[in-house]
């Protein structure tokens, strides 16, 4: 049995753990030499056993925030190394200079952290940077032409594409391909000095233009491109393609299950067979690393894309990275989801090896589920409307006792004060009660809750015909927790907070971003799916336990849902978010 981090639930099992198992048990890495850091065959040799039963990775490009997708594969990564006592290195795969930020890899490795998750592994830190690697990417590329199987392109973009072929139809070998060793490695050594323009040349792997999978048509390599990288700065102007750099970073942090997503399975038979060449050539030993793929995660009603998800930020559709509303880690932990609520639904949803749709409500409702056990009550009155009991003497205030937590009496209560004026939700009264309302409209009894039964005796309106005032009676007799509490019966029990200790607050209602489950599948663009309605904001009431809230406190608001106070929540400026509300809503 194998459990997870953080608790001691099991892991549900799938084909990688299965795939995992079946490998220690086969013994593949009794001999497999580590020294403790990355490097090549000549950096290993006199390494010892690696102490890691297995090595995983997450590997995420620092080109924007971590989503909703990327916890499936940090949870399934992680929680593999944890389970079996191996390392997870945290990578970034930072070969593509233009895009790549600092602030990018910085705020991923918040999220890894706040997931729960930590890269060292006994001693070893293992926070890599693939950038860190260009200098043996270039000698394994330089290794390749010399044993024949790369070399120096010449074709523009566009015959290349062209003399690649079809589906049907074979490529053609480029002109170039046969020129001698010395040559390509000359032309090679010239793009990395810098004395050709972007786009020139490109180094090609040698291996079949009429190979059914195009993916081995000769693939490019190295590619030039004189821009600054925001780690080696310009140290470089040529930089590996991400099909070349992968299987390299993985080999050389000793990785022995490689997991990526299913759209890579095509690159599968160039990831051995580059794998295996750099063996033949001595740069790299036994055992490689393998590369499975799994199932992406798609959610309805988001995008989890980060191109998308750039260009939300970037044209000024949501408020930020972080915005409540984006499917960002950042986004999700300002609005109240949890790494616990994370783990549920990683575990729920499990890993398959077919693609499919996760509707947004089954994170929802994780949500849910582990917010409830976490998390303590308080009341907020969302619509108020001002509740007069007749009958309660002007300046007589008392102590009413309500739980912390319903199912966790050890949680203890708070004071909840009841005054003469209260404020009540608008939706709690009915002047002509329609069929099955229980609650209060003229003549009849609800119970305010943790407090008396009252009796509705009338109501006023102003000039527009709004109600603005309720008025009621109370029944001295009948307080909760008093032995009277039961002695009438009554259908309807409302919350209710004092107009006099009530606190002012604003909340943010967010709603799903996008109104259609696969933004942009019938429409053209996925932006005309856009949710116009995914925010609104509303003053309400809190009780006075909630004056001192900061910044990141979670309640369960009673009847409402779960709340979170936001990150620019102040003491006289308490802002607070929605989460999810106690129910499904969407349908
Ligand atoms: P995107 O398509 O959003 O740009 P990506 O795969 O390009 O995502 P990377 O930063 O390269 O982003 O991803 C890091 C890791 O996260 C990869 O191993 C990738 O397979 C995984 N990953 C990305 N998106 C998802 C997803 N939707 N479900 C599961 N894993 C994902
Ligand atoms: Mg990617």
Redesign the pocket.
Known sequence: MTTNLNDNTPSSSNFIRTIVEKNIEQKLYKNKKWIGSPGNAEHQKNGSQDPATIRTR????P??YL?I??A??IYLNFGLAHDYQGACHLRF?DTNPEKEKKEFATSIINNVKWLGFDWKFKNETNLYYASNYFELMYQAAISLIQSGHAYVDQQTAEEIRENRGTLTSPGKNSPWRDHTVDEHLKLFKEMRDGKHANGLMVLRAKINMASPNINLRDPAIYRIKKATHHRTRDNWCIYPMYTFAHPIEDALEGITHS???LEFEDQRPFYDWLLKQLKNNGLLNDPLPKQYEFA???LTYVV????RLIELVENNHVLGWDDPRMPTLAGARRRGYTPAGFKLFTDRIGVSKSDSWIDYSTLEDCMRETLNNSVHRRIAVLDPIKLIINNYPDNQEENCYAPNHPQQPELGKRIVKLTKELWIERGDFMEVPSKKYFRLFPGNQVRLRYGYIITCTDFKKDEQGNITTIFCDYLPNTKSGTAGANSIKVKGNIHWLSEKYAVNATINLYDRLFKTEQPGLSSDNYLDDLNENSAAQINVKLEENCKTIQPGDQYQFERHGYFIADIESKAHDIKINRTVTLRNQWK
């Open positions: 997450f590997p995420p490009e080109n924007g989503h997708g990327h499936k594969s795969d997991i990526c997503t992406r995660l798609n989890l894309s980060k191109r």
